[in-house]
């Protein structure tokens, strides 16, 4: 008799601990869930943000136009060795002009543009840490709910 009722409560034991294991699966998944609900809201807010200061930024950007000459000549051989002479001189004279980049293309600049990311972006939510707890004293109140309900 004795070794039935202990196989018996083996038995209900391991079903229990069985049921806590699907529950703690259960439970972390819809935590997981709801961390990543979160961070897709978080990301759609930042994409938003991007959008609107990517288009900010390319109406104020400043392009370069080749300059266009009205109507072209035609230049003697001679002509066009002085010209390349003088032009020649005049470049060793003067330094050259550096060049404007537009910074938004710069390396630099693209790993190091969220500093105005996440300025608009309020943080209201607190970081919520996953807390292992004792599933049997959250079915023990679930129990005690129960019977006061009832």
Not at 39 to 66: C, D, F, W
């Amino acid at each position: 008799m004795d070794t039935q009722a202990n196989t018996v409560l083996a038995s209900r034991g391991a079903i229990i601990i069985e049921n806590l294991h699907y529950k703690q699966i259960y439970d972390r998944r819809e935590y997981e869930k709801n961390v990543l609900e979160r961070v897709k809201v978080k990301m759609e807010l930042i994409r938003a943000s991007n959008r609107k200061s990517y288009k900010r930024g390319k109406t104020h950007a400043v392009t370069q136009h080749p300059e266009i000459h009205p109507r072209e000549q035609f230049i003697s051989k001679e002509q066009l060795a002085s010209v390349n002479s003088i032009w020649s001189s005049q470049q060793k004279a003067q330094p050259t002009p550096t060049k404007v980049r537009d910074l938004r293309l710069h390396p630099h600049a693209v790993r190091t543009g969220d500093y105005y990311m996440f300025d608009e972006q309020n943080d209201i939510d607190d970081p919520v840490l996953y807390e292992e707890y004792d599933f049997l004293e959250k079915q023990d109140r679930r129990a005690r709910e129960y019977l006061l309900s009832v």
